[in-house]
C-alpha cells in the first residue's frame, strides 16, 4: 500500500516546477515561479484542508478506509491523466485544486489504516511507512531511465545508471502525469484487497473532526501545530524550487533531476529504520527539534554554494554529463532531507496518533494534515512569489543565495522555538 502511494506522488513532483517553470521553447509551459507556487502550493493546500470532511469525517464514521481509499484513487488517477494533456495556467490550476481534493485525503487514511492494524506502532509503523520512500525511489528512477534517457551505463554516482538525454527531455516531463493516473487506478484496484477497516459506527462524537480539533486546548499538540506551519512553508519551497535550482543554478541536466532528489529518500530509510528507537532513547521533543535543526542545515548548506555564479551543465567529448564539485555538494547534502521528513513529519504523525482517543484517530491525523498539507502550501505560495520578487527577474528565482538563507534562518528560529516550549506528553505517560 505505502509503496504504490508514494509512486502515485513521488514520479511527478519532483520534475514538476521544472517542466511547468521551463520556457515553451524549450519545451515547459512557461509559467513564472509565482504560478507555480499557485499550482503546487494553493491547489495541494485545498486538497489538506478539505481532508477532515472528506477522510476523516466519513472514513471515520460511515464508510471502510480500504473501499474509501479505491474510490478516491480511482477517480484521482483519471483527473491525473487528464491534466497531462493541459497547457493553460487557469486548466493547471483547476484540475491541480480538484485532483488535491481527491489524493490528499488518502494520505492520512494509509496513516491511519496502518496504525489500526499494526501492533506496535512504535517499531512496526516506520518500517512499513519507509516502503512509501521506496515507491517514490523506484518512480523517481525508472521513468527517466526508461523515456528520457538512451544508451544508459553504469557510474559510481546516483542515478547510477545513466545515459545521454533525449533532445525533448523537458517536453516529455509532463508524461510523468500519464503514468500517475495509471499507476493510481491499478492502486485503486489493489485497495479492495487491503484488510477490512471497517468505521467505527458507536463514536461518541458526531462531528469527527470537531472533536480532533479539541486537541488543540493540549499545549503538547498546539506546539506542535505552531512549529509545524513554518517547516510544511519552507518544505513546499523545496519541491518548489529545487529542480529549477539544480538545473539552473548548479548545472544539472533534467534527465537527472528526480533521480538526484532521491538522494534525499534513500537517507530518509536510514533514519525511517531506528525512528522508533531513536524516539524509544531520546523522546519526541528532542527528535522533532532534530528535524527541525536539519532543515536548517540543508538551506545553510543550499544557499552557500549558491553565491557563486551559476554554472551551465557541462558534457564530454561522448555526450555523457560531467559532475562540478558544487552539484555533488547541492546533491548529496539531500542526505539531510531524510533527517529532515524522518525525524520532523513522521515523528509528528506518530505523537499525534499516541494523543488521540480511538474514535478520532483518522480525524486527529487529518487535522495534522490540514497544517503541513493545507495552510503550509497555502503560506508557501505567497512567499514564494515575495521571494521571487526579491530574488528574481521576471517572476522567477534567480538569486538562490538569497532564497535559501531566508528559509534557513526561519528553520533555525523555528527549532529553537519549538525545543524550548514543548512538552512531550507521551514521554511523561511513559
Given amino acids: 500500500m505505502m509503496f504504490l502511494q508514494y509512486a502515485v506522488w513521488g514520479i511527478w513532483l519532483p520534475v ?6 521551463s520556457p515553451i521553447v524549450e519545451g515547459g509551459l512557461g509559467f513564472t515561479s509565482g504560478q507555480v507556487g499557485w499550482i503546487i502550493g494553493i491547489a495541494a493546500s485545498l486538497g489538506a484542508v478539505s481532508a477532515p470532511f472528506i477522510a476523516g469525517q466519513f472514513a471515520d464514521r460511515y464508510f471502510s478506509t480500504e473501499k474509501f481509499l479505491s474510490l478516491l484513487l480511482l477517480f484521482g488517477g483519471v483527473v491525473k491523466f487528464v491534466l497531462s494533456f493541459q497547457t493553460s495556467f487557469s486548466a493547471w490550476l483547476v484540475l491541480s485544486i480538484l485532483y488535491s481534493v481527491l489524493y490528499m485525503p488518502t494520505l492520512s487514511l494509509t496513516n491511519s489504516m496502518a496504525f489500526a492494524h499494526l501492533k506496535n506502532v512504535d517499531t512496526e ?3 512499513v511507512r519507509v516502503m512509501g520512500t521506496f515507491g517514490w525511489i523506484a518512480a523517481s528512477w525508472l521513468f527517466p531511465m526508461i523515456w528520457l534517457q538512451s544508451d544508459l551505463e553504469f557510474q559510481v554516482l546516483p542515478p547510477f545508471f545513466v545515459g545521454t538525454e533525449v533532445a525533448e527531455a523537458t517536453s516529455r516531463l ?5 503514468v500517475s493516473g ?16 471497517p468505521p467505527n459506527r458507536g463514536a461518541s462524537e458526531k462531528l469527527a473532526f470537531i472533536k480532533a480539533f479539541s486537541l488543540l486546548s493540549e499545549k503538547s499538540f498546539a506546539v506542535l501545530i505552531i ?3 513554518p517547516i510544511a512553508v519552507i518544505h513546499q519551497i523545496y519541491f518548489m524550487q529545487t529542480g529549477p535550482f539544480l538545473e539552473n543554478q548548479l548545472g544539472l541536466l533534467v534527465t537527472y533531476i528526480a533521480p538526484a532528489m532521491t ?3 534513500f537517507a530518509e530509510i536510514g533514519v525511517m529504520a531506528i525512528l522508533g528507537v531513536f524516539i524509544g532513547k531520546f523522546g519526541f521533543r528532542r527528535t522533532i527539534a532534530i528535524g527541525a535543526f536539519a532543515y ?6 543550499w544557499g552557500l554554494i549558491s553565491l557563486q555564479e551559476p554554472s551551465g551543465p557541462s558534457v564530454d567529448a561522448s555526450g555523457q554529463f560531467l559532475w562540478t564539485i558544487p552539484l555533488i555538494i547541492g546533491v548529496f547534502s539531500q542526505l539531510l532531507h531524510g533527517v529532515c521528513y524522518a525525524c520532523f513529519f513522521a515523528a509528528a504523525y506518530m505523537y499525534v496518533d499516541k494523543i488521540a482517543d480511538d474514535d478520532i484517530r483518522n480525524s486527529a491525523q487529518t487535522v495534522f494534515g490540514i497544517i503541513i498539507l493545507g495552510l503550509g502550501p497555502m ?7 515575495i521571494l521571487s520578487s526579491l530574488f528574481g527577474e521576471a517572476g522567477v528565482v534567480t538569486d538562490f543565495a538569497s532564497m535559501w538563507l531566508t528559509l534557513a534562518a526561519i528553520a533555525l528560529t523555528t527549532s529553537i522555538v519549538f525545543y524550548s516550549a514543548f512538552n512531550d506528553q507521551a514521554m511523561d505517560s511513559k
Fill in 16 to 21: 514538476l516546477a521544472t517542466y511547468l517553470q
Fill in 125 to 127: 509503523w516506520p518500517r
Fill in 174 to 178: 509532463g508524461d510523468t502525469l500519464k
Fill in 182 to 197: 495509471v499507476i493510481s487506478i491499478l492502486y485503486a484496484f489493489y485497495c479492495l484487497t487491503l484488510p477490512n477497516t
Fill in 227 to 229: 512549529a509545524s506551519l
Fill in 263 to 265: 538522494v534525499g529518500q
Fill in 296 to 301: 536548517f542545515a540543508r538551506y545553510l548548506v
Fill in 379 to 385: 503560506l508557501a505560495a505567497p512567499l514564494l512569489a
